[in-house]
């Protein structure tokens, strides 16, 4: 069960190291995250149990590159094993990495690492982890829930039903309603990707599911079908994607692989905008041919005139899959489980790689 933030009681004064004989190893550790983002992960159980783990200064906080050189910071990062990060956290350049002759280990509580670990954290020789495990939880549970709307054509149905005070006529016939036996083609065996499938064991959903690291066998144990990626489009009445933002995905669904999608099938983007050619998108939704569910797009807030904003087969959000709101306790407690692993002297169990990197989000 995920940790319910509670409502914060006055900040406690930094305590400076102790070190009593016996007692477990705390490794002193710096946020590197913006005041909001601090306000919001770290409620008053987060923050204690952190305490307990590491010697932290929740009051002191790395959230621009002035910071680095700042009066109050540098004795700090001077003696810093650890960096706590999340969104917020400046590029770890090696000029800023020059200020923390300490540091060992960079512990995200959050997803991609890609805005602030830089090549001189690998040269440097840091073990970094990340939180991606514990975000992708939500985003799966948003495309699911998307994936099961979409059947339903409920967003249709719910505007039609507003507009006209009645309901449609000729719902119970209609053959492209329900989600028994739809096809779901899922783009992407990353963590939300896998996690997403066995979601949808439950229901009677036929499972698509195309990967290039994903070998054949991983993926029927995982309980979808294997196939490639133009197969994927042309044979599925839902595509959800979930593959990462590199440069050979970049308009992975272009114009031409947006015209395979059957009439009527349902693009649900929870990744990355780059991942679909927004104008050629564009052009199918005016057209009324497919619906989409789009949480990311590009530009990543479409501009004040998109047809995006008013189209009655698009349900457009501002990026809400992921984690925010109580989910957020979820984000902080699996990052200190990291840190805990880290002072305890075991591998972490969510490490990151500079190979991981190359084909991950």
């Avoid at 550790?29 to 149990?49: N, P």
Wanted: hydrophobic letters at 40%; charged letters at 20%; glycine letters at 6%.
């Amino acid at each position: 069960m995920p940790h319910r933030p509670q409502e914060s009681p006055p900040r406690q004064p930094y305590l400076p190291p102790e070190g009593t004989a016996g007692s477990p190893r705390r490794p002193h550790a710096v946020l590197a995250i913006s005041r909001a983002v601090r306000e919001a992960l770290l409620d008053h159980a987060a923050l204690r149990r952190l305490r307990r783990v590491a010697h932290v200064d929740p009051e002191l906080l790395i959230s621009s590159p002035a910071d680095f050189t700042g009066p109050r910071h540098t004795a700090r990062l001077a003696t810093a094993e650890a960096l706590f990060t999340c969104w917020g956290c400046p590029p770890l350049t090696a000029q800023a990495l020059a200020l923390m002759p300490r540091l060992r280990t960079v512990v995200h509580a959050a997803g991609s690492v890609k805005e602030h670990i830089t090549e001189a954290c690998w040269e440097r020789g840091l073990t970094v982890s990340c939180a991606a495990a514990a975000n992708a939880l939500p985003v799966a549970e948003y495309t699911v829930a998307a994936i099961l709307f979409s059947g339903k054509r409920i967003l249709e149905f719910a505007r039609a039903y507003r507009a006209g005070r009645t309901p449609p006529d000729g719902l119970v016939g209609r053959a492209d309603l329900g989600n028994y036996r739809r096809t779901v083609g899922v783009v992407g065996a990353s963590r939300v990707g896998r996690r997403v499938i066995e979601l949808l064991r439950p229901f009677d959903l036929r499972v698509l599911v195309y990967d290039p690291y994903l070998p054949g066998d991983a993926a029927r144990r995982l309980g979808a079908e294997p196939v490639e990626l133009d197969e994927l489009a042309r044979r599925s009445d839902i595509v959800t994607l979930h593959a990462p933002a590199l440069p050979h995905t970049r308009h992975l669904f272009d114009r031409a692989r947006l015209a395979l999608l059957p009439d009527g099938a349902t693009l649900i983007n929870t990744a990355r905008g780059c991942l679909v050619d927004t104008e050629a998108l564009t052009e199918e939704l005016v057209r009324g041919r497919l619906y989409a569910v789009l949480d990311h797009t590009e530009p990543e807030v479409p501009p004040a005139g998109s047809p995006l904003y008013e189209l009655p087969n698009v349900l457009l959000t501002p990026h809400v899959a992921g984690s925010l709101g109580n989910e957020l306790g979820r984000l902080a407690h699996a990052a200190i489980d990291e840190l805990e692993r880290y002072a305890a002297g075991l591998p972490y169990a969510q490490p990151v790689t500079r190979g991981i990197l190359t084909h991950s989000a």
